[in-house]
């Protein structure tokens, strides 16, 4: 299970690093971002990631943030 403390934390810090991958998939931990990827199924087979262990998450593009779809 992934260490929702340290992300959470990662996250409170760095959330504007995800904005460069809006639309994208990515698993993060602990120290940050371990992969990113297109689709779901790119990413689960990224070197590194295990959803296990990791927080995997769409990063929501400014339209789909925003609700507009």
Do not use: C, R
Request: hydrophobic share 40%; proline share 4%.
């Amino acid at each position: 299970m992934a260490d929702a403390k340290q992300i959470n934390a990662w996250l409170s810090k760095n959330s504007s690093k995800l904005d460069a991958y809006a639309g994208k998939w990515v698993a993060l931990s602990g120290e940050g971002i371990v992969a990113v990827a297109s689709t779901l199924k790119e990413l689960l087979k990224a070197k590194g990631v295990d959803p296990k262990t990791q927080v995997v998450h769409k990063v929501p593009t400014p339209e789909e943030y925003a609700g507009f779809y």
